[in-house]
């Protein structure tokens, strides 16, 4: 069973930046694909972006150009920088990991952009 911990929430202005962490609990090189959701109140959980295992990364159309999916080898860390945020990005991120034909998911982040 795949563990994923969250970090670096919280509240930011619009047009500021924050940075999620995701720390699995196994090497990254056995997990097919890690990523982000959010969920915004009232709303279905979306997906933010995503990285695979080789690399290749996708995004939601509204934060391309905006949001950076990132990883870290050697940590076992997936990161999420977002800059240029808006009101719209509030809601809960939640961290996900693919291994094993399972899909893992971490507690979840509160992320509010206040305008």
């Known amino acids: 069973q795949v563990q994923l911990v969250e970090s670096g929430g919280g509240l930011v202005q619009a047009g500021g930046s924050l940075r999620l962490s995701c720390a699995a609990s196994?090497?990254?090189?056995?997990?097919?694909?890690m990523g982000w959701y959010r969920q915004a109140p009232g709303k279905q959980r979306e997906l933010v972006a995503r990285?695979?295992?080789?690399?290749?990364?996708n995004y939601a159309d509204s934060v391309k150009g905006r949001f950076t999916i990132s990883r870290d080898n050697a940590k076992n860390t997936v990161n999420l920088q977002m800059n240029s945020l808006k009101p719209e990005d509030t809601g809960i991120y939640y961290c996900?990991?693919?291994?094993?034909?399972?899909?893992?998911w971490g507690q979840g982040t509160q992320v509010t952009v206040s305008s």
């Open positions: 996900y990991a693919d291994a094993r034909l399972q899909r893992y």
């Open positions: 196994e090497s990254i090189f056995s997990i097919n694909a």
């Open positions: 990285i695979m295992h080789g690399g290749i990364t």
